[in-house]
Structure formats: C-alpha cells, structure tokens
C-alpha cells in the first residue's frame, strides 16, 4: 500500500513538474515525512537551515532562500542528495530510492514561499 501511495505522489508530482510547476502543491504527507525522517535534523522541519554541525562547519542550506531554489536544477538537486557535498551533506544514494530522492526534492522546492507568487 505505501508503494502504491508513492508512485501516486510521484505521478502527480511527475504532471505537476512537466506543467512547470515545482511548488508545494506538489508536496505530499509522504513526502514531508521522508523530510522530516531524512533531512529535517540539519536543515529544520520549516526547511530554514541551521547552526554547523560542528565548530566551523558549515551551515545547512535554507531551502527557503529563493536565490538559492533558482539556481539549481531538479537534477542538481537530486546529485546533492544521492552523493551529499563536502564535509557537511552526507551521501543517502545507498539509503534512498530514486523514487524517495524525486520526492526530497519536491518536499525542498515546496519550501520556496517566494517562488509560489
């Protein structure tokens, strides 16, 4: 049942992002609980960031800083999240389906408030 949901979620999000929109509308109840599960411990359940890690680390990125959202690509995106970045962002292609990395990245753009107008 919960497989069936998600290719639901990622049906409807697949038609949402070939009308062009990557918004919250998007979002689903599965994918904000993969957030919450997966990402929300350094970058905040609101998706704003936080404090390094550790002394000098580097910040979590605010996913609701618009700048941010629009210079990156979906595909970007989804690199980060299956190779992670640096130091600071850890690598869950071994953890996740490409089906859960689609679904983080519609749960990160729904946090593009600015976007949304």
Do not use: Y
């Not at 949402?16 to 359940?45: N, P």
């Amino acid at each position: 049942m919960r497989r069936l949901v998600a290719i639901i979620a990622l049906a409807g999000a697949a038609a949402l992002a070939g009308s062009g929109c990557k918004k919250s509308e998007a979002a689903t109840r599965e994918s904000q609980e993969l957030f919450a599960a997966t990402c929300s411990r350094c970058h905040g359940a609101d998706g704003a960031g936080g404090l390094p890690l550790w002394e000098a680390g580097p910040s979590p990125q605010d996913f609701r800083d618009h700048a941010f959202q629009r210079a990156r690509t979906d595909e970007q995106l989804k690199q980060t999240i299956k190779n992670g970045k640096g130091t600071g962002m850890p690598a869950f292609g071994a953890l996740l389906t490409d089906e859960q990395v689609a679904m983080l990245v519609v749960q990160v753009r729904s946090f593009d408030t600015e976007g949304r107008r």
